[in-house]
T-cell receptor, first 114, second 113 residues
């Protein structure tokens, strides 16, 4: 089945230690998104790629970076995690503009910062 | 940009009860509207969508009708099951044909046997 895969499902990192979360998709979608979701809240968009074009949200901290080396893979890098960065990180894809196309979400990576 | 207001909960129902989750929106034009569901410990899944006024989206016994007169997209199910326990999010494009979504705050539903 075509899908969005996130690894690992659970990640523990130390305060200030860089961490990378990965996302892959077999849907061949143009758009890939990274969201941060904290407990009992809606997902918050961090950034997205439309093909190779990177689009950062204005309020995304510089501590968060992303890479998309090819259509299938996208990475979220947190350069110096703080305790406030503990959250669920969701990757999503969309075939094209959301106007008519839904987003497909991965299962998420739950990040714990110790 | 567009915005959405959603009933927040949490809500607890007994199995076989009727469910309504209210969602109203403010938008320019007539964007597609979505309901997403998030089961415990998982990512979001599209539950249903409607792409134009008066469309009815339906899936897994859930329904929602795109009402432009009342700018609403309420989610309903006639008889909920324990397996419907989840968080439900109403969503629409942030603006125009945007590739970004704006989500409601989510409503946590617990269904007891």
């Amino acid at each position: 089945d075509a899908m969005v895969i996130q690894n690992p499902r659970y990640q523990v990192t130390q305060f200030g230690k860089p961490v990378t979360l990965s996302c892959s998709q077999t849907l061949n979608h143009n758009v890939m998104y990274w969201y941060q979701q904290k407990s009992s809240q809606a997902p918050k968009l961090l950034f997205h790629y439309y093909d190779k074009d990177f689009n950062n949200e204005a309020d995304t901290p510089d501590n968060f970076q992303s890479r998309r080396p090819n259509t299938s893979f996208c990475f979220l890098d947190i350069r110096s995690p703080g305790l406030g960065d503990a959250a669920m990180y969701l990757c999503a894809t969309s075939r094209d503009l959301v106007g008519g196309y839904e987003q497909y979400f991965g299962p998420g990576t739950r990040l714990t910062v110790t | 940009g567009n915005s959405v207001t959603q009933m927040e909960g949490p809500v607890t129902l007994s199995e076989e009860a009727f469910l309504t989750i209210n969602c109203t929106y403010t938008a320019t034009g007539y964007p597609s509207l979505f309901w997403y569901v998030q089961y415990p410990g998982e990512g979001l899944q599209l539950l249903l969508k409607a792409t134009k006024a008066d469309d009815k989206g339906s899936n897994k016994g859930f329904e929602a009708t795109y009402r432009k007169e009342t700018t609403s997209f309420h989610l309903e199910k006639g008889s909920v099951q324990v397996s419907d326990s989840a968080v439900y999010f109403c969503a629409l494009p942030r603006q125009g044909g945007s590739e970004k979504l704006v989500f409601g705050k989510g409503m946590k539903l617990t269904v007891n046997p």
